[in-house]
Structures are given as structure tokens and as C-alpha cells.
């Protein structure tokens, strides 16, 4: 079965540091990887996708990579803020009327 | 504004009542699907619907039923609630078209006593 895994330690960052999530799938690529950030108690909020035909994608302070040889994809967010802690999940899909397969996130505290 | 809403939000109940927790969504999104989440683990995908009168189990085996009477309305049911129902339930949608972007409710935290 296609899983996605990501570091399920928590990750603690100073403020103003660059902050970098791994996401590592198994078997085939899977078209496009989304980003999501979830705040507790509440619906994860979608960020962004990259798909696999794409080495990098930006949005603002957000940066993705998709490295198909590793079967990876990195998470960036520079200038990291307090606000930006939160747990952030890695999802994987194949497009149309596939479904979506979460990881179990990985937990950001941005220390002030 | 386009949005999805769940209700209740937080709900508490005894044993062997029956409980229906709803979904709706205003964006006229196709597909919407159900999913399970205990704290601090992943979500688990338990129904999915691709329109009117589709619905389908998930990856997670479930007690629950849904319908899909309505494109905006996507209501789950438990006949009888267990303890081992405790968790949070978080409804989303999606485009027919487009890249499966999950948009997502509040969630309903479910407490069955």
C-alpha cells in the first residue's frame, strides 16, 4: 500500500530561522504531493502542491520541493514566526476521483 | 463567502444513542468525503462521496453510514454510539476538477460516554 511518513518528532526552531519538514513516500510517485497546516482542534488549511514533473515550488515565505529519485519532498518556510507553529501535513494524490492519503504530520514550535 | 460547516462542533453523549453529525458545504464542490482523527495521530479517510447518491467507504473500517442526498449536504450517522467512537470527525470537499485540494470544516469533537 502507498504510505507517506513524516518525522513525528516535534520540531522546535528559533524565530527568524529557516524551518525544513521532510515527507517520504513509498512505491510509485504519486502525481502531485499537497501541503497542509493543522492548528489544534481545528481542520487542516491546504498550502500548496508540487507536482512531480516540478522540482520547486514557491508562495511566499513557503518553499516545496519534490525530488522523485528520493521519493521525498521538502517543506521550507523561511523567516519563520511564532505564528507559523502549528503541525503540518504531507499528503499524497494521484488527481480525478483518486483519494488523498495523509502522514501523521510533523508538530513546529517557532520559539521567540 | 464560500465555505464548509460542520455542526455540532463538540458533542457528548451516553452509550446506544443514536447520533447524526452534519456536513455542508457551499463551494458546489462534487466530492466530500468523512474522515477520522484521534489527537496527535493521522487522519484517517472513513466515507467519500464523488456526488449525488455516491458514497463509499474508506481506508478506515467505520460503524458509521452516510448519504449524499444533496451535492451540499453530506451528514454521517452512528446508530448507536460506542466509547471506541471517541474522536474527532472532519468533513472536506473537493473540485471535480483540479488537483484534489481538500477543503476542510471546523470538525465535530465526539465524546461517547
Known amino acids: 500500500s502507498q504510505k507517506i511518513e513524516q518525522n513525528s518528532e516535534a520540531l522546535n526552531i528559533q524565530e527568524g530561522k529557516t524551518a525544513t519538514l521532510t515527507c517520504n513516500y513509498t512505491n510509485y510517485s504519486p502525481a502531485y504531493l499537497q501541503w497542509y497546516r493543522q492548528d489544534p482542534g481545528r481542520g487542516p488549511v491546504f498550502l500548496l502542491l508540487?507536482?512531480?514533473?516540478?522540482k520547486e515550488k514557491r508562495k511566499e515565505r513557503l518553499k516545496v520541493t519534490f525530488d522523485t529519485t528520493l521519493k521525498q519532498s521538502l517543506f521550507h518556510i523561511t523567516a519563520s514566526q511564532p505564528a507559523d507553529s502549528a503541525t503540518y501535513l504531507c499528503a499524497r494524490a494521484s488527481g480525478g476521483y483518486q483519494k488523498v492519503t495523509f502522514g501523521t504530520g510533523t508538530k513546529l514550535q517557532v520559539i521567540p | 463567502e464560500a465555505d464548509i460547516y460542520q455542526t455540532p462542533r463538540y458533542l457528548v453523549i451516553g452509550t446506544g444513542k443514536k447520533i447524526t453529525l452534519e456536513c455542508s458545504q457551499t463551494?458546489?464542490?462534487?466530492?466530500m468525503y468523512w474522515y477520522q482523527q484521534d489527537p496527535g495521530m493521522e487522519l484517517h479517510l472513513i466515507h467519500y462521496?464523488?456526488?449525488?447518491?455516491?458514497?463509499e467507504k474508506g481506508d478506515l473500517s467505520s460503524e458509521s453510514t452516510v448519504s449524499r442526498i444533496r451535492t451540499e449536504h453530506f451528514p454521517l450517522t452512528l446508530e448507536s454510539a460506542r466509547p471506541s467512537h471517541t474522536s474527532q470527525y472532519l468533513c472536506?470537499?473537493?473540485?471535480?476538477?483540479?488537483?484534489?485540494?481538500?477543503?476542510f470544516g471546523p470538525g465535530t469533537r465526539l465524546t461517547v460516554l
Open positions: 472536506a470537499s473537493s473540485d471535480r476538477v483540479g488537483y484534489n485540494e481538500q477543503f
Open positions: 463551494m458546489g464542490h462534487d466530492k
Open positions: 508540487i507536482r512531480e514533473n516540478e
Open positions: 462521496s464523488y456526488g449525488v447518491n455516491s458514497t
